[in-house]
């Protein structure tokens, strides 16, 4: 299995869905372009060598290991609404939480 097609299997398994077979709908009107086959969910996976929003990313993981905090990363575009929350895999719950309800300790 190549690399990108790992990696849509992994993106889609935390979601209980599977990588979406060929390259997303492979052109079938009746198939999502997803790279995965969640129901609800339009997961877009992309593997690169490098990236300028990892690289931001783990700029804030460093400062935030310093401090115990997890690591979140806001980008916002000027004249554009709302704002991309960026977060580790393995922190998704947690900041999904912080976003349900803040506790008392923040």
């Known amino acids: 299995m190549k690399a990108r097609k790992r990696r849509e299997a992994d993106a889609a398994k935390p979601f209980g869905a599977e990588q979406q077979p060929l390259s997303g709908s492979s052109g079938h ?6 790279d995965s086959t969640h129901g609800k969910l339009y997961l877009e996976v ?51 939480a912080e976003l349900a309800g803040p506790r008392a300790d923040t």
């Open 29 to 34: 009107a009746d198939l999502t372009a997803s």
């Open 46 to 96: 992309k593997v690169q060598a490098a990236s300028a929003v990892r690289t931001l990313w783990e700029k804030a993981r460093t400062a935030a290991r310093k401090e115990g905090k997890t690591p979140v990363l806001m980008l916002y575009a000027k004249g554009k609404p709302g704002g991309l929350v960026v977060c580790h895999a393995a922190d998704l719950a947690k900041v999904a």
